[in-house]
Nanobody, 125 residues
Framework: QVQLAESGGGLVQAGGSLRLSCADS????????VAWFRQAPGKEREFVAA????????LYAESVKGRFTISRDDAKNTVYLQMNSLNPEDTAVYYC??????????????????WGQGTQVTVSS
């Protein structure tokens, strides 16, 4: 059973940066695709970024391309989301999600079987 633990959220001013982490205690985490989604108040959950496992191929939503970078450190069983040039529209609860890498990397939330509890990111103007 994959158990995802997110960390790194917080309050930051517009233009600032945060790095989110998503960790699993099992060494087989490297065989999972991992994605980040976010949900702002009153809005639907939306895809942010994903990374394949193994291989580490990234995929980004258009709204974060060039600002966010997803990466993974398989030695630490951790996936990171580096978020730069944050703006108030990035304010949301961010969730990491994982699925066994049996198929292609996807942006669809329903394909991910395991979810973290979420971490709040708030960007002030």
């Amino acid at each position: 059973q994959v158990q995802l633990a997110e960390s790194g959220g917080g309050l930051v001013q517009a233009g600032g940066s945060l790095r989110l982490s998503c960790a699993d205690s099992r060494h087989t985490f490297r065989f999972y695709h991992v994605a980040w989604f976010r949900q702002a108040p009153g809005k639907e959950r939306e895809f942010v970024a994903a990374i394949s496992g193994p291989g580490g191929r990234p995929l980004y939503a258009e709204s974060v391309k060039g600002r966010f970078t997803i990466s993974r450190d398989d030695a630490k069983n951790t996936v990171y989301l580096q978020m730069n040039s944050l703006n108030p529209e990035d304010t949301a609860v961010y969730y990491c999600a994982a699925e066994m890498s049996l198929s292609s990397l996807t942006t669809t939330a329903e394909t991910y079987d395991y979810w973290g509890q979420g971490t709040q990111v708030t960007v002030s103007s």
